[in-house]
């Protein structure tokens, strides 16, 4: 399945959870034909005409704005809290709010926020999951023999203090470590915070790394809230020239986005030879 393919499936489990079997059949038709990937430079008059052929006619062109309304309030209703947890305002998606000229359209921005969450979506149904590749292990298994937590628990304690210790046995290649928390998301290498050198070499890269800005004030890395904490990391042979991952004083802890996210999806869909993969863990208070 291509990925156009891909996020149309996508699109319709999100339809299935908006809409229930009374609701009304225009609303669907516009929700899949508005957030279409092929109608994304469309105007709303467009999809208006889209939206009467395919109803032979029994459509009001002029009827579009609140029927979109209504549309994006479902999405609103069902998804609020991820997506103010995701950084989005669910106030801008009140239709009227602001003036025309100075804000961006609601259903452009309930677009990019579907288009991150199908990203990721992708790229944790691509990822090994059976690898047990991280550990966080506290300071007293820091010495000497390192002893790894049991493997069937994946639980975090909050303020906790930890080692991250990763095992991918790969050699020469780039880590891309991606991290989501349920209001963070961060790039933990390469960073100036975490780990300056993404490189693999065989052998297990503990974070934080020798030279890190974490690694100098306090040596361990910490949670501050319970919730699920998500790690995907992406291995392939080339430096990702994004200048979102420089290492500069004013970037100390990358940070991601929609438009990232989909810079980095764009870029891997031309690649062969890059895997990915995917842990979780529970942060518990």
Not at 25 to 44: A, G, M, T, Y
Not at 158 to 169: C, D, F, N, T
Request: charged letters at 25%; aromatic letters at 10%.
């Amino acid at each position: 399945m291509n990925a156009e393919k891909s996020f149309i499936v996508f699109l319709e489990d999100i339809a299935a959870d908006i809409f229930t079997e009374t609701a009304s059949d225009v609303q669907k038709l516009c929700f899949r034909l508005r957030f279409h990937p092929d109608n994304h430079q469309l105007e709303n008059t467009d999809i208006a005409g889209l939206i009467k052929k395919q109803l032979n006619g029994g459509f009001s062109e002029n009827s579009i704005n609140p029927i979109l309304g209504d549309v994006i309030k479902k999405i609103k209703d069902k998804f609020a809290p991820q997506m103010a947890a995701d950084g989005i305002d669910t106030a801008k998606l009140t239709p009227g709010r602001g003036k025309p000229k100075e804000k961006e359209s609601p259903w452009k921005i309930v677009y990019r926020w579907l288009r991150m969450k199908w990203i990721w979506q992708s790229l944790v149904e691509k990822a090994d999951k059976h690898c047990e590749w991280i550990d966080f292990l506290p300071p007293e298994n820091h010495l000497g023999i390192v002893i790894p937590p049991p493997r069937h628990k994946r639980q975090l304690q909050v303020k906790a203090a930890y080692s991250m210790r990763i095992e991918l046995q790969h050699s020469s290649r780039n880590l891309l470590l991606l991290n989501q928390g349920w209001t963070t998301k961060y790039v933990l290498t390469p960073s100036i915070a975490f780990a300056p050198k993404c490189q693999l070499d065989g052998k297990p890269m503990w974070i934080p790394q020798d030279g890190s800005s974490l690694q100098e004030s306090n040596g361990w890395i910490n949670f501050d809230t319970p919730g699920k904490e998500e790690f995907v990391g992406i291995v392939l042979d080339e430096d990702l020239d994004f200048d979102w991952l420089d290492l500069r004083e004013d970037n100390h802890a990358p940070t991601w986005d929609e438009t990232r996210l989909s810079q980095l999806w764009s870029y891997l869909e031309g690649k062969e030879n890059w895997q990915v993969f995917y842990q979780d863990f529970e942060v518990v208070g």
